[in-house]
Nanobody
Framework: QVQLVESGGGSVQAGGSLRLSCAAS????????MAWFRQAPGKEREGVAG????????YYTDSVNGRFTISRDNDKNTLYLQMHSLKPEDTAMYYC??????????????????????WGQGTQVTVSS
């Protein structure tokens, strides 16, 4: 059984940094992409970043490009999201996702694609001004 467990969220002031982790357990078949999503109260879920499992290509939504970095440690089976220069508008619940069967999933994450079989429970990020 596949489980994704996020950690690393918290409260920081604007300009600060956080690193989110997503530990995956269990074998994920046909897994082309792992990604981070976020959802703020009253807003739709948003694809933040994706990393292609095969080639390692990364994709970011415009609002975080240059500030966030997605990476993966294959040995630890863990996905990361390093966040710098955080802004109040980054405040949201952050979720990791895995198990997309589409080979083009990652580049589509930042355009709203969210067909992933496995999701974590989320970790809260709060940025104060």
């Amino acid at each position: 059984q596949v489980q994704l467990v996020e950690s690393g969220g918290g409260s920081v002031q604007a300009g600060g940094s956080l690193r989110l982790s997503c530990a995956a357990s269990g074998y994920i078949s046909s897994n082309h992409c792992m990604a981070w999503f976020r959802q703020a109260p009253g807003k739709e879920r948003e694809g933040v970043a994706g990393i292609d499992i095969g080639g390692g290509s990364t994709y970011y939504t415009d609002s975080v490009n240059g500030r966030f970095t997605i990476s993966r440690d294959n040995d630890k089976n863990t996905l990361y999201l390093q966040m710098h220069s955080l802004k109040p508008e980054d405040t949201a619940m952050y979720y990791c996702a895995a198990g997309s069967r589409s080979p083009t999933a990652c580049r589509a994450v930042v355009r709203g694609y969210a067909d992933f079989r496995y999701w974590g429970q989320g970790t809260q990020v709060t940025v104060s001004s």
